[in-house]
């Protein structure tokens, strides 16, 4: 079955240590994104990406990097520049055009020791 | 960005039919709106979307307002599965990657 896969489901890292998020998609989706999650909170957009080796700052891209060498895959890096990484992230991805929905991964949650 | 406004909790009961409203009054022309829900620890996930027209499918309906300033998310009938926080999201310009702009959702518990 077609989907996205977001690993490790739990990641714990000590302070100052850049840490790697993964998302993989295999549902042929143009579009990818991560996003980040408070306690409480809605959604914030990190990161995003239309196309293969082009990414876009979303509205929290401070402390964070991404990359997009393959279509399937999105990795997040968690650098030591974020101050309170702590969180639940999320990768998503969507088919190009307007009228299509958006397809979630499980998340990540990480949490800074 | 336009924002939704949605109320932050309701309950219903198992069976019934559940209708969560949500207002958009800045929203623009080409402004999708979108609905997902979310389980605790898990990622969001997709219900339901419209532009202008109402909207049905296997999960829900979409009943959007003439003036596109509101929507109601229709649930036929809540099982105790539905239980979980609904998001209506408006998915903003092309021009910044289709986001989705999130608020603060509504709680929905299903009493058995």
């Known amino acids: 079955d077609g989907g996205i896969t977001q690993s490790p489901k739990y990641l714990f890292r000590k302070e100052g240590q850049n840490v790697t998020l993964s998302c993989e998609q295999n549902l042929n989706h143009d579009a990818m994104y991560w996003y980040r999650q408070d306690p409480g909170q809605g959604l914030r957009l990190i990161y995003y990406?239309?196309?293969?080796?082009?990414?876009q700052k979303g509205d929290i891209a401070e402390g964070y990097s991404v990359s997009r060498e393959k279509k399937e895959s999105f990795p997040l890096t968690v650098t030591s520049a974020q101050k309170n990484p702590t969180a639940f992230y999320l990768c998503?991805?969507?088919?190009?055009?307007?009228?299509?929905?958006?397809?979630f991964g499980s998340g990540t949650r990480l949490t800074v020791v | 960005d336009a924002k939704t406004t949605q109320p932050n909790s309701m309950e219903s009961n198992e069976e019934e039919p559940v209708h969560l409203p949500c207002n958009h009054s800045?929203?623009?022309?080409?402004?999708?709106i979108h609905w997902y829900r979310q389980l605790p620890s898990q990622g969001p996930e997709y219900v339901i979307h419209g532009l202008t027209s109402n909207v049905n499918n296997r999960m829900a309906s979409l009943a959007i307002a003439e003036d596109r300033k509101s929507s109601t998310l229709i649930l036929h009938r809540a099982t105790l599965r539905d239980a979980a926080v609904y998001y209506c999201?408006?998915?903003?310009?092309?021009?910044?990657?289709?986001?989705?702009?999130f608020g603060q959702g509504t709680e929905l518990s299903v009493k058995p």
């Open positions: 800045t929203i623009s022309g080409t402004d999708y």
């Open positions: 998503a991805s969507k088919i190009g055009g307007a009228n299509y929905g958006y397809t």
């Open positions: 999201i408006l998915r903003g310009p092309y021009n910044q990657g289709g986001k989705l702009i």
């Open positions: 990406s239309q196309i293969v080796n082009d990414f």
